[in-house]
């Protein structure tokens, strides 16, 4: 019988040692989704809206374990953190008042909505902590997208702006509201 504390383990028993807390993260995720699925989806399509407003939730809050864990945001891009921030404020204009863009199940009663707040505020959380508790481990000089005639702070102006000119142009009619609708779009 193999001792796991042993110098010779093998390199399943390796693995789960190494990455004991992401397992138990992602394992906790899983079984959160298929509890939520069971109580508020009624089986059909559109809970995968509901499933990928999980994901996106789940990714930020572990993104900030990740950061606190190794007191590190290396990696990180600041741009594409704002971007999601942007997608979310969009997003949030567009179902806090309407309903057209909600899943058709229980999920979108309240609970679609909820898990878009929590997202947006865990990438708050997460650009807080790239901008200021670890701001000296950012790597701004690889997070570099942009160029011509604006700085490189501004570059995710070059996807947001197209992004905002072809939503306003072109866009579905679900909420019935012009903001509304292009604001989904942008998302």
């Not at 993104?63 to 594409?80: D, H, Y």
């Not at 604006?150 to 070059?158: A, K, R």
Request: with cysteine; charged share 15%.
């Amino acid at each position: 019988m193999m001792d796991l504390n042993s110098k010779d383990k093998s390199p399943g028993a390796a693995f789960l040692t190494t990455h004991k807390s992401n397992i138990a993260l992602w394992s906790g995720f899983v079984v959160v989704v298929f509890f939520c699925y069971h109580l508020f989806s009624d089986g059909d399509f559109s809970f995968l809206m509901t499933m990928g407003a999980f994901v996106r939730a789940f990714g930020f809050a572990f993104l900030i374990f990740k950061a606190f864990s190794q007191r590190s945001v290396a990696g990180l891009s600041l741009k594409t953190l704002e971007l999601y921030a942007f997608v979310f404020l969009f997003r949030l204009s567009s179902i806090l008042r309407y309903q057209g863009y909600l899943p058709y199940d229980r999920s979108g009663d309240w609970l679609y909505t909820f898990l878009e707040i929590v997202a947006l505020t865990l990438c708050c959380g997460v650009i807080y902590l790239v901008t200021m508790r670890f701001n000296s481990t950012y790597e701004l000089r690889y997070d570099t997208f942009g160029w011509l005639h604006l700085p490189t702070e501004l570059g995710g102006l070059y996807i947001l702006l197209p992004c905002m000119f072809f939503g306003m142009l072109i866009h579905p009619n679900l909420n019935r509201n012009w903001f509304s609708d292009v604001s989904w779009t942008i998302a």
